[in-house]
């Protein structure tokens, strides 16, 4: 299994649509349907029920979803473990504010 289509799957999870999930990856859907195409072929079920708009996980689809957050959290905390060896601080600081004065340079 690819982490990459597992990115996509769970990008499709999330839109309910090949074409919305391509438009997130920055990918043409084409390349989006092939990726959860090879996804379908290696595992041999569906994993979307394609009949019906947004598309929805099968049976299937869904003992997927779990499995692929689990994968790529992994992998994800595994990179992270390596950049703090060597040094680097990783990882997503969110910012709000609820009274914006004017510029504010962050870097500074």
Known sequence: MDL????YFLACCETGSFTAAARHA??????MSSAIARL????GV???DRSI?????????AALQAG?????????????DVAA????????VTLA???NTGTLDLAE
């Open 53 to 61: 708009t947004p598309i929805v996980l099968t049976e299937h689809g």
């Open 97 to 99: 504010c609820t009274l």
């Open 26 to 31: 920055h990918i043409v859907q084409s390349a």
């Open 40 to 43: 379908e072929r290696e595992l």
């Open 85 to 92: 060896v060597s040094g680097q601080v990783r990882g997503t």
């Open 46 to 48: 569906p994993l979307f």
């Open 4 to 7: 990459r289509d597992l990115d």
């Open 68 to 80: 692929a957050q689990r994968i790529l959290e992994a992998v994800q905390a595994a990179r992270d």
